[in-house]
Nanobody
Framework: QVQLEESGGGLVQPGGSLRLACAHS????????IGWWRQAPGKEREGISC????????YYVESVKGRFTVSRDPAKNTIYLEMNDLKPEDTGIYYC?????????????WGQGTQVTVSA
């Protein structure tokens, strides 16, 4: 079993920054795919980044490339999502998720989400 818990969300002005954390416990996530997802109001959940299980490479959706960065601290069992130059369209609930194989909509383990609101 894997438990995931996101934190770090909040209200930020356009152009601002936030760092989200995804703390995990239970079994090791080495060689797991780890995804960050977000769900904007009235929209479907969207995958925005993925640490691939096979080689640890990181994929970003085009809309966040150059602004968001994923990193991990194995000593703290935490994955981070650094978000810079935030835009109102980045508003939503952000989730981290883990799966033994790939990032996709039905990943096995999900956190409860953390709200990010970008507004003046």
């Amino acid at each position: 079993q894997v438990q995931l818990e996101e934190s770090g969300g909040g209200l930020v002005q356009p152009g601002g920054s936030l760092r989200l954390a995804c703390a995990h416990s239970g079994r090791s996530l080495d060689h797991y795919a780890i995804g960050w997802w977000r769900q904007a109001p009235g929209k479907e959940r969207e995958g925005i980044s993925c640490i691939k299980s096979e080689d640890g490479s990181i994929y970003y959706v085009e809309s966040v490339k150059g602004r968001f960065t994923v990193s991990r601290d194995p000593a703290k069992n935490t994955i981070y999502l650094e978000m810079n130059d935030l835009k109102p369209e980045d508003t939503g609930i952000y989730y981290c998720a883990a799966d033994p194989h790939v990032c996709y909509k039905k990943m096995i383990y999900w956190g409860q989400g953390t709200q990010v609101t970008v507004s003046a």
